[in-house]
């Protein structure tokens, strides 16, 4: 589900001192003029969110102006494309995911490569998911469920953000580490995969904890595991699927930053350094924390390494479920 607007602004309200610029000078490797994230999803969830906090942040240090362009689509490679063919002068950033960055192979025929196409500025981080499922399913526990799905194969239908989304791959490879098969249904974001998993038109989810965590709370959906390898702070009695299920099962979800492949060096650095030092920021430490956002950052190779590593992991998974689409 969509984080409401109320939610959305608490998050990123800052103390006095932080809306103070943290750079008395303009950047001299960035463009002037406006400055654009594209958030290729829905307005609300964690990649929104995130982008929002960057941009906020961006505005006050090169004093200009940062905005947020939601383009939703196909993963988010729509928005992706835009960005890929943009004026390639580091104006037009991209909030990335794994859908974009690493598990590109289940779509056939994309219009670009993602690969060649882009590049990273800085991996932000990652936010693990939630198993959950509707309260009038009868499973108390993620035994329970595997059970289930294991004498039943394919009945039991979870929701995710569409294809390739990493709510969406998380659930793959949850499914061949279990040894189960389930039904996937995607939707054009997580608020109305949420929606139907609340109503009941759906099983469960495999969704973001940014998202999930809050409904959960609030007696709404019931959470079974955690997917990370250790317990999440924001969900902190909910045991791990590592715990309970496959020892060392580790999946998360994660957003970077991004841009054209065709950006010069040193403006990719520039952007990098500055983009660090929002997310090392002491005011916006619980901000992360409330989003669930485990804090990566690093250097522009350190994500090329990083997107490497994470396209081998889930090609694997693509190629191992038969995963192909358009």
Known sequence: MA????AACAMLLLTPAALRTTSAFAAPNVPSGVI???APFVPGGTADVLARAIATRLGQMYKQSVIVQNIPGSGGNIGAQVAADAKPNGSTLLLGTIGIHAAYSIYRHLPYNPPKDLQPVVVLGGVPCVIA???KRPFQTLKQLVDY???NPRKL???SAGYGSSTHMVGELFQQAAGIQLTHIPYKGSAASMSDLIGGQI???????TTAGPIVKAGQIRGLAVTSKDRSPVL???PTVSELLVPGFDASGWFTIATSSKVPEAT????NKDINSILRLPELQATWTNLALNIMGGSPEDGRQFFASETKKWSKVIETAHLSLG
Do not use: C, H, Y
């Open 3 to 6: 984080l409401s607007r109320r």
């Open 36 to 38: 654009k994230i594209i």
């Open 133 to 135: 499922v509707n309260l």
């Open 149 to 151: 799905a294991r004498t």
């Open 157 to 159: 239908t979870f929701g």
């Open 203 to 209: 099983d469960m989810m495999f969704e973001l904890i």
């Open 236 to 238: 902190p009695d909910i």
């Open 268 to 271: 990719v650095k520039q952007l």
